[in-house]
């Protein structure tokens, strides 16, 4: 089955303490990426990569880091957590390629607590 | 002005009635536009997307790109209350792809 696998599923961690938030791919994409979605600020991109080793800050990047030595993983790493990354992340992938996007396949979403 | 701009509703409807969702963007570059449909506490999932100015119909939805304008719709045929939900739409600013903040729909029996 075509999909993306993001895990945890839930996550509650304390200010600080390094986390990694798991998407691997099935489908052979070039393009994937990570959201975080809040209330009144919808689906907002963290980093994307077009393909492996090519990674790039979309609009929240602060306090993120990611990588993408392999084409179908692309871990997302929080190095020291703070409450205002409380949110719901969403990694997902498509084939899209530099002037052509096509649709995105999203992973079930990772809800993370920092106390 | 953002990348994508959604009205945020909320949209009520009653059963059977259509559904209009609109959507502006920026780039006028911009080649493919997506309407997602999330329920709450879920993943988007794809419901249209379009590439060329006009329409498309894919059973009750079509979506409707008018380039000149900048502006991208979703009409919903035949409102049912399964489809009460958050529709997003999406599309590419360089190689960034950008979210309206979605219109939620309420379909009412």
């Known amino acids: 089955e075509a999909q993306v696998t993001q895990n945890p599923r839930y996550l509650i961690t304390v200010t600080g303490k390094k986390l990694t938030v798991t998407c691997s791919q099935n489908m052979n994409h070039e393009y994937m990426s990570w959201y975080r979605q809040d209330p009144g600020l919808g689906l907002r991109q963290i980093y994307y990569?077009?393909?492996?080793?090519?990674?790039d800050k979309g609009d929240v990047p602060e306090g993120y880091k990611v990588s993408r030595k392999e084409k179908r993983n692309f871990p997302l790493i929080l190095e020291s957590p703070s409450p205002n990354q409380t949110s719901l992340y969403f990694c997902?992938?498509?084939?899209?390629?530099?002037?052509?996007?096509?649709?995105?396949?999203f992973g079930s979403g990772t809800r993370l607590t920092v106390v | 002005q953002k990348e994508v701009e959604q009205n945020s509703g909320p949209l009520s409807v009653p059963e059977g009635a259509i559904a209009s969702l609109n959507c502006t963007y920026s780039?006028?570059?911009?080649?493919?536009f997506f309407w997602y449909r999330q329920y709450s506490g879920k993943s988007p999932e794809l419901i249209m997307f379009?590439?060329?100015?006009g329409d498309k119909e894919d059973g009750r939805f079509t979506a409707q790109l008018n380039k000149a304008s900048q502006y991208v719709s979703l009409l919903i045929r035949d409102s049912q209350p399964s489809d009460s939900a958050t529709y997003l739409c999406?599309?590419?600013?360089?190689?960034?792809?950008?979210f309206g903040t979605g219109t939620s729909l309420t379909v009412i029996p």
């Open positions: 999406a599309g590419p600013y360089g190689n960034q792809f950008y």
């Open positions: 997902a992938s498509s084939l899209s390629t530099p002037g052509h996007f096509s649709p995105a396949t």
């Open positions: 780039d006028r570059g911009s080649q493919s």
């Open positions: 379009i590439y060329s100015n």
């Open positions: 990569s077009m393909n492996v080793e090519v990674t």
